[in-house]
């Protein structure tokens, strides 16, 4: 075909346009990880009575920022021109806070404490859950991140990941009744890694436009 | 044409096509086409292979047409352009099974300053200022004064206080480090 013949092509209709911001697509992923989660599981105790403690807010607003900065760092990396690194730096701020409450908590909390934390709140269904999700978020967010030209494949695979991991477990977060930071360091921040890790691995020949 | 009358001309087509105007996406595509056709023409006769600067052409223009979405209208269109027809060229090479590499022996070449008649310098001088922000400071601008703007080692080292020795050493880390960042690609490292 000749290229003249390819642009008269081209121009019988206006380039395609994506129907939705990412930010909407996390809301939805985060929205059907929240029923899903209220179906199975149900929400925490306190949610019955109306009081909940400042460490669920704490630990809400933590996820909510997260899943800001890592939806963002996505709408970047899915264009193909250079990005820029402050969604990076931002959430590695971020994680340096989670760092710093950790070992905070660890120092203020005894081994039986911190025992009791992760056996009473059955961390086998936290990291069921966060995977689970996570690994449905992911494929959705890549489906989407096709229409999209990213610079760098890997990288955008990998935030795609993790947005996608940090939305489910947003939604999880509702019924599990642990807030402490050792808890969501691992029993969050392990599922979301590995999220991260494979999308970066499998998702990038997925994404190559 | 300028490089600046190209770029407002262009991005100003992009805007009427985004408001769903086709005789503008028609002429934008039209105005791409000797630029695409003299880029992919110039990059592939590095490889012997400018008789396939065509197909690079038409896969550029079909990516333009899907992606064209993911352009930001606060950025520079041509540098969007570069990057889509850049992607295009190295997707063409790998099918091709073509490696490419860059001496690192001639460092001077790593940095060669834009030339100001070529309608891509200011695209090379915002990509170049990107990679230079990626070292930590005063790398930047130290690489920046020693290979693009031709400073000689004494002078460097008396502008940001540093002795000539260390300023050689910044200087080798710094073109390692992007030599490294540039050959993350797999199959391309040019």
């Known amino acids: 075909m000749k290229t003249d013949e390819l642009i008269s092509l081209l121009t019988k209709a206006v380039p395609p346009r994506p129907i939705m911001p990412f930010s909407m697509l996390g809301i939805l992923v985060m929205t059907a990880s929240l029923v899903l989660t209220i179906s199975a599981l149900g929400l925490r105790p306190e949610f019955a009575v109306g009081i909940l403690p400042y460490s669920f807010y704490f630990k809400t607003a933590f996820f909510v920022v997260c899943a800001l900065i890592t939806l963002v760092a996505l709408r970047y990396a899915a264009r193909p021109v250079v990005t820029p690194l402050w969604p990076q730096r931002a959430f590695l701020v971020l994680l340096a806070g989670l760092f710093i409450a950790v070992l905070y908590e660890l120092s203020q909390s005894s081994l039986e404490t911190l025992h009791e934390t992760f056996m009473l709140n059955r961390v086998e269904v936290c990291l069921l859950s966060v995977t689970v999700y996570g690994a449905l978020g992911a494929m959705v967010f890549g489906f989407y991140l096709r229409r999209f030209a990213p610079a760098d494949p890997a990288r955008a695979a990998g935030w795609m990941g993790l947005a996608a991991a940090v939305c489910g477990a947003l939604g999880y977060s509702v019924h599990c009744q642990s807030d402490s930071a050792l808890f969501i360091l691992l029993a969050y921040g392990g599922p979301c890694l590995m999220i991260t890790l494979m999308s970066r691995l499998f998702g990038e020949r997925f994404l190559r436009w | ?190």
């Open chain 2, 1 to 190: 044409m300028k490089n600046s009358d190209l770029e407002a001309e262009l991005k100003g087509l992009v805007m009427q096509t985004r408001s769903g105007n086709q005789q503008s996406y028609e002429l934008l595509l039209a105005r791409l086409t000797p630029f695409l056709r003299k880029a992919a023409g110039a990059q592939l006769s590095r490889f012997g292979r400018a008789q396939d600067a065509e197909d690079v052409v038409q896969e550029s223009l079909i990516a333009i047409h899907l992606k064209l979405h993911t352009y930001d209208a606060s950025q520079p269109f041509l540098a969007w352009i570069r990057a889509v027809t850049t992607h295009k060229m190295i997707d063409f090479l790998r099918r091709a099974r073509i490696r490419a590499t860059v001496s690192l022996d001639d460092e001077n070449s790593f940095f060669e300053p834009a030339d100001p008649t070529n309608p891509e310098a200011a695209i090379i001088a915002r990509d170049l200022d990107i990679l230079l922000k990626t070292l930590k400071p005063p790398a930047g601008d130290v690489v920046y004064a020693l290979k693009v703007e031709g400073a000689s080692v004494a002078d460097v080292a008396k502008k940001f206080s540093l002795s000539e020795s260390n300023v050689k050493v910044i200087v080798h880390r710094a073109l390692e480090k992007l030599s490294r960042m540039v050959a993350s690609k797999p199959e391309v490292t040019a």
